[in-house]
């Protein structure tokens, strides 16, 4: 007996469909893992020569392909910048999950300060890039905005944890403490790095002594507070 296939004249098999989905996945997959290796061809370029050696052309030079490529996967050298700068934010946010956790908050808060310390030694080119202004032409949009405070959310929960216990005071906004803490070890780290507090040594005292001034100042505020409270 003769079988005769009657197909749908037109319309794709669903074994076809299947094949036309797993394509076109696999073509995004592929532009996908071509970006993963151009960032860590520019971030190797970026921390063994810094922020100003990473152009275009360099980075297509280390992946031997042409600029039209790299062009075509991030349009121009200010989003590479931006993918770089996530990739920093990244790092930042392991520096900081990396630190024991601690029932002392006043403790865990200086072992944060401790920590993005290390952070700005350790990737100096990527703080640079990030906070330093090396790119002049990137300025980070609200994608690299996130990145940053995905980054810095550990402190965002122990300072609003210190605040829901009353180890700091709740008068201000909990972003806005943030920001205080964050501006003034910024501002130890520009200052080291322009070579206004000598050598790393040196410099490293003045942070740590920022850090805990500021820590301790910030408990000691709620805790006069409370006191003055119960009278």
């Known amino acids: 007996m003769k079988v005769i296939l009657?197909?749908?004249?037109?319309?794709?098999?669903?074994?076809?469909?299947?094949?036309?989905?797993?394509?076109?996945?696999?073509?995004?997959?592929?532009?996908e893992n071509l970006r993963k290796l151009v960032v860590e061809a520019a971030a190797a370029i970026l921390q063994?020569?810094?922020?100003?050696?990473?152009?275009?052309r360099r980075v297509s030079q280390r992946m031997g392909c042409s600029t039209k490529i790299i062009y075509s996967l991030f349009i121009n050298k200010e989003g590479l910048a931006q993918q770089l700068y996530l990739e920093g934010?990244?790092?930042?946010?392991?520096?900081?999950?990396?630190?024991?956790?601690?029932?002392?908050?006043?403790?865990?808060?200086?072992?944060?300060?401790?920590?993005?310390?290390?952070?700005?030694?350790?990737?100096?080119?990527?703080?640079?890039?990030m906070f330093g202004g090396a790119f002049a032409e990137f300025k980070p949009d609200a994608e690299s905005m996130q990145?940053?405070?995905?980054?810095?959310?550990?402190?965002?929960?122990?300072?609003?944890?210190?605040?829901?216990?009353?180890?700091?005071?709740?008068?201000e906004e909990t972003r806005t403490l943030v920001s205080t803490i964050w501006a003034s070890l910024h501002g130890v780290i520009h200052l080291y790095m322009g070579g206004f507090l000598g050598d790393v040594t040196s410099a490293h005292t003045?942070?740590?002594?920022?850090?805990?001034?500021?820590?301790?100042a910030l408990f000691a505020a709620s805790k006069a507070d409370r006191e003055e409270g119960k009278k």
């Open 206 to 216: 003045v942070y740590k002594q920022t850090m805990d001034l500021m820590s301790h």
């Open 89 to 129: 934010c990244k790092l930042l946010a392991r520096s900081f999950e990396e630190v024991p956790p601690s029932s002392e908050l006043l403790q865990q808060l200086l072992d944060l300060g401790e920590a993005f310390w290390q952070f700005a030694q350790d990737y100096s080119s990527y703080y640079k890039l």
């Open 6 to 31: 009657i197909s749908n004249e037109g319309k794709p098999s669903p074994s076809t469909e299947r094949a036309l989905k797993t394509y076109q996945e696999a073509r995004l997959q592929n532009t």
């Open 48 to 56: 063994e020569e810094g922020p100003e050696a990473v152009t275009v």
């Open 147 to 171: 990145g940053t405070m995905t980054a810095i959310h550990r402190l965002l929960i122990l300072i609003n944890t210190a605040q829901q216990q009353g180890q700091i005071s709740d008068q």
